[in-house]
């Protein structure tokens, strides 16, 4: 099996049972949860710097995409953890796993990659579903 699936597969069972957790956390206290994540990732940051010393990248426009997909990151995570303490995990965590359908979007639009028809009528049909599992009774 090609290793980036291993690796995508990896990041839903991470992110699939963080955020179980992170909804534990967030009906008490949703700034709570996402200042504790920020911290450790800072954490983990820093280790890795301390590891890898050659891995900083000083070209202006690699480094404004990192900034800006930063920023949307750490206020995408804020707004899931409110949302979690607003909502059910069952609804806001389908709602928010669209975001992969957005980046593919976006990739297929501005890198130029493009989808197999297989992989067109599987995102198709994950948004369906995202949209099933979202309905509330």
Known sequence: MD??????LLVAVFYGVGTFFAKIVC???????WIVVNIVGII??????????????????I????????????IGSLLL??????GKAS????LSSIGPAITVALSILFLKETL??????????????????????
Request: charged share 10%; net charge positive.
């Open 27 to 33: 009906e008490k206290n949703p700034l709570f949860q």
């Open 81 to 86: 953890y409110y949302a979690l303490y607003k």
């Open 44 to 61: 983990l940051c820093l280790i890795i710097l301390l590891k890898y010393k050659n891995i900083i990248i000083t070209d202006q426009k």
């Open 63 to 74: 480094l404004t995409y990192a900034i800006i997909s930063a920023v949307l990151v750490v």
């Open 3 to 8: 290793t980036a699936i291993i690796l995508g």
């Open 116 to 137: 197999t028809l297989p992989q067109m009528i599987g995102i198709v049909l994950i948004i369906i579903g995202i949209i099933l599992l979202s309905i509330s009774n």
């Open 91 to 94: 609804i806001v965590v389908p």
